[in-house]
């Protein structure tokens, strides 16, 4: 449990999670997660903005008590429906039984659809606004980001954001929640996590709502994950920015392969070492067997080269890869540099299928798909070499 007042008005009441091993039950936690909540406290009302997940929800209800004492929250705005903010909404009702519950019309819906609540909530439309008294509360329709109720609530008077899940993070809030008071650079890379996890297939949708929050001015982002960002708040607009709109973050590579007996390792290791030969610093190699789709997706946002390497499988490709090159393609991964080996032992399969792949509009194969019979020789290794020297020499070009 965890209050702080952030603002004049603001009040950060959101809970730490470093029990739940994944997150929506596939992503890992190494480091945690935040369910973020703010009570705002204006002169004549209260709200509370987004819930926590409902294993949490008792410890929000002592925190929103610890702050009003013997008034009660007048309203409960959901930024966001899901579950792991809007699970305490029940108990949020039960508590303070005259809460009212404030979403557009498709977030009222859901509230319907997963709690049975239809009494006590009030619909707004982009650009409403809601009086607190000294503190106004006006809401942005965002939907999409990531799912399609999603809505922003700017607190007009201090310039504060709740963004619901933009600009969030995974990793716990280790003792301060504002960005000023403690050292951000472990939540940078589990931006990137979150982001191409969660939020990566709806880059556009995301453009979007920048383009909707433009005339807005904002000092403080409150998201319901991870620090509340203000000294840089313009950094993580700017990562926001890069990573929806698909643009690579540098220009190292990710190498993601499979290999059951060890023959295509050995290329994806060759190709790696031609991309060291060129100049190629920051390579993140992961054996899809033993990496996380999680880490993987990060890095394939995070670099602008790619290298996939894949056994044919029942005249097919290495499921592993191919679930891979499906989560690649459902979040339009676009502007990479590619490069592709494949192996097998009778029929070229996976090279075909890697080929086209990396073919696919938006991306670039950089070489043509080298095809591994068999046990490599040491031509074909050193084509392979060859082939990330291409690579590299693109990208250090770039
Ligand atoms: C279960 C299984 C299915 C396979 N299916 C095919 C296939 O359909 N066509 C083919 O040419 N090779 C097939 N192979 C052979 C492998 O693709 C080939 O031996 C490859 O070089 C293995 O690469 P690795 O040493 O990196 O594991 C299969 C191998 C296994 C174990
Ligand atoms: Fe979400
Ligand atoms: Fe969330």
């Given at each position: 449990m965890k209050t702080e007042q952030i603002s004049k008005s603001v009040y950060y009441i959101g809970v730490n999670d470093r029990t739940t091993h994944k997150f929506e039950a596939m992503w890992p936690l190494p480091f945690g997660v935040s369910y973020n909540s703010y009570l705002v406290r204006g002169s004549e009302k209260s709200a509370v903005i987004d819930g926590v997940e409902l294993s949490h929800a008792l410890e929000q209800v002592d925190e929103i008590k610890a702050i009003l004492g013997d008034c009660v929250p007048d309203y409960l705005v959901i930024n966001h429906m899901e579950p792991d903010h809007s699970g305490a909404v029940r108990i949020l009702r039960q508590a303070f039984p005259d809460i009212k519950i404030v979403g557009n019309a498709l977030t009222i819906g859901m509230v319907k659809g997963f709690y049975g609540i239809e009494d006590d909530t009030m619909t707004v439309a982009d650009g409403d606004t809601l009086s607190l008294g000294d503190a106004t509360l006006r809401f942005v329709l965002t939907p999409m980001v990531h799912w399609p109720e999603t809505m922003m609530t700017v607190l007009e008077e201090e310039r504060v954001l709740f963004a619901g899940d933009a600009f969030g993070c995974f990793g716990a809030l280790n003792g301060a929640v504002v960005d000023a008071d403690m050292e951000t650079a472990r939540y940078f890379p589990e931006m990137v996590r979150y982001y191409s996890n969660i939020v990566g297939k709806y880059g556009a949708f995301v453009q979007r709502a920048f383009a909707r929050l433009k005339g807005t001015e904002v000092e403080t982002i409150c998201s319901t994950h991870g620090p509340v960002w203000r000294?840089?708040?313009?950094?993580?607009?700017?990562?926001?920015?890069?990573?929806?709109?698909?643009?690579?973050?540098?220009?190292?590579?990710?190498?993601?392969?499979?290999?059951?007996?060890?023959?295509?390792?050995?290329?994806?290791?060759?190709?790696?070492?031609?991309?060291?030969?060129?100049?190629?610093?920051?390579?993140?190699?992961?054996?899809?067997?033993?990496s996380d789709l999680s880490f993987i997706l990060a890095d394939l946002f995070r670099h602008r080269g790619l290298v996939i390497a894949a056994p044919t499988y029942s005249d097919s490709i290495f499921p592993p890869v191919g679930q891979f090159m499906d989560a690649m393609a459902l979040r339009g991964v676009k502007n990479r540099l590619i490069a592709?080996?494949?192996?097998?032992?009778?029929?070229?399969?996976?090279?075909?299928?890697?080929?086209?792949?990396?073919?696919?509009?938006?991306?670039?194969?950089?070489?043509?798909?080298?095809?591994?019979?068999?046990?490599?020789?040491?031509?074909?290794?050193?084509?392979?070499?060859?082939?990330?020297?291409?690579?590299?020499?693109?990208?250090?070009?770039?």
């Amino acid at each position: 449990m965890k209050t702080e007042q952030i603002s004049k008005s603001v009040y950060y009441i959101g809970v730490n999670d470093r029990t739940t091993h994944k997150f929506e039950a596939m992503w890992p936690l190494p480091f945690g997660v935040s369910y973020n909540s703010y009570l705002v406290r204006g002169s004549e009302k209260s709200a509370v903005i987004d819930g926590v997940e409902l294993s949490h929800a008792l410890e929000q209800v002592d925190e929103i008590k610890a702050i009003l004492g013997d008034c009660v929250p007048d309203y409960l705005v959901i930024n966001h429906m899901e579950p792991d903010h809007s699970g305490a909404v029940r108990i949020l009702r039960q508590a303070f039984p005259d809460i009212k519950i404030v979403g557009n019309a498709l977030t009222i819906g859901m509230v319907k659809g997963f709690y049975g609540i239809e009494d006590d909530t009030m619909t707004v439309a982009d650009g409403d606004t809601l009086s607190l008294g000294d503190a106004t509360l006006r809401f942005v329709l965002t939907p999409m980001v990531h799912w399609p109720e999603t809505m922003m609530t700017v607190l007009e008077e201090e310039r504060v954001l709740f963004a619901g899940d933009a600009f969030g993070c995974f990793g716990a809030l280790n003792g301060a929640v504002v960005d000023a008071d403690m050292e951000t650079a472990r939540y940078f890379p589990e931006m990137v996590r979150y982001y191409s996890n969660i939020v990566g297939k709806y880059g556009a949708f995301v453009q979007r709502a920048f383009a909707r929050l433009k005339g807005t001015e904002v000092e403080t982002i409150c998201s319901t994950h991870g620090p509340v960002w203000r000294e840089q708040a313009a950094k993580v607009m700017e990562l926001y920015n890069s990573l929806s709109s698909y643009e690579p973050l540098d220009n190292g590579v990710t190498v993601v392969y499979g290999s059951m007996y060890g023959n295509t390792e050995a290329m994806a290791e060759a190709v790696a070492e031609g991309l060291a030969q060129a100049g190629v610093r920051d390579i993140a190699m992961h054996n899809v067997a033993c990496s996380d789709l999680s880490f993987i997706l990060a890095d394939l946002f995070r670099h602008r080269g790619l290298v996939i390497a894949a056994p044919t499988y029942s005249d097919s490709i290495f499921p592993p890869v191919g679930q891979f090159m499906d989560a690649m393609a459902l979040r339009g991964v676009k502007n990479r540099l590619i490069a592709v080996t494949g192996s097998h032992t009778w029929a070229p399969k996976a090279t075909r299928m890697l080929a086209d792949f990396a073919a696919m509009p938006g991306n670039e194969l950089v070489a043509e798909a080298l095809a591994l019979k068999q046990a490599p020789t040491n031509e074909l290794l050193e084509a392979a070499r060859g082939m990330g020297r291409v690579l590299g020499e693109r990208l250090t070009n770039c």
